[in-house]
């Protein structure tokens, strides 16, 4: 990735914090590969009187794992193009203080709040 591309996009984020977040996107994609591992390694539950509930909740859980996982590998394909920590909707910076939240955040806070943007 070109330093400039980088410094162009990421104007409000030092290398430091780049790193850092860097990091926190690939601890959560190894905990959510985990995750999903675990949900498929483990059936929903026995026949019964809860299987229907169990099922569905199981299947929720796995949804919501690979939605996230989703989301995180999509942040870390936006940090090595470049764009990451610009909102995808208006263009303007992500706060750190967001990222160090929800690294995989995609639109800035008034967006977010705007309503309509998503994840």
Not at 100 to 105: C, D, F, R
């Given at each position: 990735m070109n330093k400039q591309v980088m410094d162009a996009h990421n104007a409000d984020l030092t290398h430091e914090d780049l790193a850092v977040l860097r990091e926190d996107l690939h601890e959560q994609r190894r905990f959510r590969q985990e995750q999903l591992q675990q949900l498929q390694a483990t059936p929903p539950g026995e026949p019964g009187h809860h299987a229907a509930s169990q099922t569905e909740v199981h299947a929720k859980l796995a949804a919501s794992a690979r939605m996230v996982l989703t989301d995180v590998e999509q942040a870390l394909e936006r940090m090595d193009e470049g764009c990451y920590g610009s909102c995808q909707r208006c263009g303007r910076p992500v706060s750190l203080a967001?990222?160090?939240?929800?690294?995989?955040?995609?639109?800035?806070?008034c967006c977010q709040q705007a309503g309509g943007a998503g994840r």
């Open positions: 967001r990222l160090l939240i929800v690294p995989q955040a995609r639109y800035c806070g």
